[in-house]
């Protein structure tokens, strides 16, 4: 191609570190879906706004089944445990 780019050719990009969902961590919790105790994966989900995102807002903490993938947002006692370290069950 010597330097030619192809029209409607959209080079390969990293997809910008800001929006992907960071894991906090691992513990085995009760799922209201499987109805079962399974490990659930914690991990803080960013929110778009306008232009960028912001990480701590009241909805960005997450525990998804492992099992079942059922995701349940994580408010109060446990958001606050969660967010304060890293855990593995």
Same mark, same amino acid.
């Given at each position: 191609m010597n330097g030619i780019i192809e029209a409607g050719v959209i080079p390969e990009r990293l997809p910008s570190l800001s929006h992907i969902p960071k894991e906090l961590g691992r513990e085995e919790r009760h799922c209201e879906r499987?109805?079962?105790?399974?490990?659930?994966?914690?991990?803080?989900?960013?929110? &778009?706004?306008?232009?960028?995102?912001? &990480?701590?807002?009241?909805?960005?903490?997450?525990?998804?089944?492992?099992?079942?993938a059922g995701s349940t947002v994580?408010?109060?006692?446990?958001?606050?445990r969660a967010l304060s370290g890293p855990r593995v069950s």
């Open positions: 499987c109805g079962a105790r399974t490990e659930h994966i914690l991990y803080r989900v960013p929110k &778009k706004m306008v232009f960028f995102y912001v &990480k701590n807002h009241a909805g960005n903490v997450h525990a998804t089944c492992v099992t079942c994580l408010t109060g006692e446990e958001r606050e």
